[in-house]
């Protein structure tokens, strides 16, 4: 069904109007995006497209193209450019050799394919669409259309609505397919339980699967690991694969960590050297500083805002507090991981916030991860560079 498309033009903020120029896709709440019409499909400003959306806490419009056509064609020449930005996106990725490597890829990854918002994940050819921008739900029907053409050979097709309010935020609906929600996925050789539809994520998080490619072997291999903020377990399979002496999973959620010790029963028949702590990661930070138990790598990837126990606290606050309890139970010549997922803190003020923490102590910052492959940031949005990871090696 074809939408019937509104459109009102409204000015914009003077920065809006520069990063728009230079790339940057989103319009954040200001005094101008108060004046936008709720009822509008699109905000028209000057050569401007952006999609509206009024039910988003703080990105209230989000580029779709710039453009000299009257409001009229845009409306009307809307459905075949999604359509047409829709296909572009599969082709891109058709081919390309993580194919060969993985069975979790993106499709489709929002700004950078230029359907801000929007994504396409595949996990062994179960389709997720995920909306991160409420204007999408107007035109799941076309979506939804375009996708079950495009790729006939899914085995079932889901829709979640992403939301950053955590009390909006709801498990994947099922749409079409075989619907058989709990299955395997391969990755580099390593397999995980995946189950779609019961929680708001599914076992593994795929955008972090390029970084997972890059850290091998010399990480991992007769050494002491730490896994804190495990989930199920991504970094401890991989440890666990290249011959980790010991490694420890802390987190604070048993049903997680019961899915972790699913995939390392999945995965090996020995997991003797693996123990799983079911602790808030403050909590174990403490034990181990008592006990000086130390660790050759560490791998720290908190949620971007959580609860510690006592109060809800950002990434940043919980790298305040405790970047150097990890390093002090980081061994000399041992790797510390960090990692911070979240488009409010960039990579430079991360790394500046590392450099300031740990001043005179001796490491060097070694690596920097950040989003590859299918899941490429455009050139002038950090904020699409959400996922950075930073390894500090302990002189
Ligand atoms: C972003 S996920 C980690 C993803 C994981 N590193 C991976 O690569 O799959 C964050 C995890 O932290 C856990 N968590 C949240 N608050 C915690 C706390 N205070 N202490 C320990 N774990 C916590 C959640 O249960 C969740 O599994």
Redesign the pocket.
């Known amino acids: 069904m074809k939408p019937n498309l509104k459109s009102s033009k409204h000015q914009l903020h003077p920065h809006s109007i520069k990063y728009l120029n230079l790339g940057h896709p989103w319009i954040i709440k200001d005094t101008f995006t108060e004046k936008f019409n709720p009822e509008a499909d699109f905000i028209i400003s000057s050569e401007f497209v952006l999609l509206n959306d009024p039910e988003h806490n703080r990105i209230k419009a989000r580029l779709w193209q710039k453009t000299n056509q009257s409001e009229q064609e845009v409306a009307k020449n809307f459905e075949a450019e999604l359509v047409k930005r829709i296909v572009v996106a599969l082709k891109k990725r058709q081919g390309l050799p993580f194919h060969n490597e993985r069975e979790n890829f993106f499709w489709i990854f929002s700004e950078a394919d230029f359907l801000p918002g929007l994504q396409l994940l595949s996990l062994n050819k179960n389709l997720i669409i995920s909306f991160y921008a409420y204007y999408w739900k107007k035109y799941e029907d076309i979506i939804v259309k375009v996708i079950q053409n495009e790729l006939p050979n899914h085995t079932s097709l889901w829709i979640q609505y992403r939301s950053e309010n955590q009390s909006k935020q709801t498990p994947p609906k099922f749409i079409s397919g075989k619907q058989e929600p709990i299955f395997l996925i391969e990755e580099f050789g390593l397999k995980y339980n995946i189950e779609i539809g019961n929680a708001y994520d599914f076992g593994?998080?795929t955008d972090?699967a390029s970084i997972r490619k890059q850290m091998g072997r010399e990480l991992f291999a007769q050494k002491s690991v730490l896994?804190l903020?495990?989930?199920?377990g991504?970094?401890t399979l991989q440890a666990m694969k290249y011959g980790a002496k010991h490694v420890a999973s802390?987190?604070?959620?048993s049903v997680?960590l019961s899915v972790l010790e699913k995939n390392l029963a999945t995965n090996f028949s020995d997991i003797s050297t693996h123990q799983s702590v079911c602790k808030?990661?403050?909590a174990v930070l403490r034990d181990y500083a008592k006990n000086k138990t130390i660790f050759d790598t560490i791998?720290c990837?908190?949620?971007s805002a959580?609860?510690?126990?006592k109060k809800r606290k950002s990434v940043k606050d919980f790298y305040q507090e405790k970047l150097m309890e990890l390093f002090d139970i980081t061994a000399k010549n041992g790797n510390l991981i960090v990692f911070c997922?979240t488009h409010t803190f960039s990579e430079d003020n991360f790394v500046q916030l590392i450099k300031k923490i740990l001043g005179s102590k001796p490491f060097k910052i070694k690596t920097s991860y950040r989003l590859g492959e299918d899941c490429l940031p455009l050139k002038n949005f950090p904020e699409g560079n959400y996922l950075k990871g930073i390894c500090i090696q302990k002189n």
């Open positions: 593994i998080y972090m896994n903020f495990s989930y199920t991504a970094f802390v987190d604070s959620s997680i808030k990661a403050e791998i990837d908190p949620p959580f609860y510690d126990g997922n």
